[in-house]
């Protein structure tokens, strides 16, 4: 299984909703990854998880509450996001080491409304 | 600047070679990497290539480095249409300290359009 499974595919939400998104995989990946990606622009790295511990949050707003339950899972929570929100998603994972390959899930595009 | 620099916008005709080119500036870096993005979806790794290595060849696809000027291209041989997608070059950062883990730095982004 060389799979990052992001779920759901599509997201339409209120300013007011709270709502998550999730992110599996099952290759033993260590490090897990998300991205923020707006349209017709390079992802942006928001959070690393290294051994279920968050080790890096790039200044990302506390409307987005990332959660590791264990080593193949990865959420991130969302609440009273803003409609500058909108993108597409991306979680990724890779195997723990310097510059090894991450692998992307197909993402979640979210709209906020 | 830019860590990781590309041409935005690439147009070929169906089975011409469509070639990519990307300048980097971490010069320590030990693989560089292109993922290929399709509309509406995620980030998939199409190649990769060592830093001591001057060339890596898949298939169609063939990846050359020139560490002297920090350059990485991406030649893909008898281009289809299902080739139109979006090529990022991807050029790993120092890792954090006892992170484990590190950060990819991406170039903008090569949008490739086949023509028919």
């Known amino acids: 299984d060389t799979e990052v499974t992001q779920t759901p595919k599509h997201l339409v939400m209120g300013m007011t909703n709270k709502k998550s998104l999730k992110c599996e995989q099952h290759?033993?990946?260590?490090?897990m990854y998300w991205y923020k990606q707006k349209a017709k622009k390079p992802p942006e790295l928001m959070f690393v998880?290294?051994?279920?511990?968050?080790?890096i949050n790039e200044s990302v707003p506390s409307r987005f509450s990332p959660e590791c339950p264990n080593s193949s899972l990865l959420n991130l929570h969302l609440h009273a996001l803003q409609p500058e929100d909108s993108a597409l998603y991306l979680c990724?994972?890779?195997?723990?080491?310097?510059?090894?390959?991450?692998?992307f899930g197909s993402g979640t595009q979210l709209s906020v409304l | 600047g830019e860590d990781v620099e590309q041409s935005l916008f690439l147009s070929v005709r169906e089975g011409d070679s469509s070639v990519i080119n990307c300048t980097y500036t971490?010069?320590?870096?030990?693989?560089l990497y292109w993922y290929k993005q399709e509309p509406g979806a995620g980030l998939q790794l199409l190649t990769y290539i060592f830093s001591n290595m001057d060339m890596k060849q898949d298939q169609r696809l063939t990846v050359l480095l020139n560490k002297k000027d920090k350059h990485l291209s991406l030649r893909i041989a008898d281009t289809q249409t299902g080739d139109s997608a979006i090529y990022f070059c991807a050029d790993p950062l120092t890792p954090y300290s006892g992170a484990g883990s590190y950060q990819l730095t991406f170039g903008k982004g090569t949008k490739l359009s086949v023509i028919p």
């Open positions: 998880y290294s051994y279920e511990k968050l080790s």
């Open positions: 290759m033993g990946h260590r490090a």
């Open positions: 971490d010069s320590s870096s030990t693989y």
């Open positions: 990724a994972s890779s195997p723990m080491g310097v510059r090894e390959k991450l692998f």
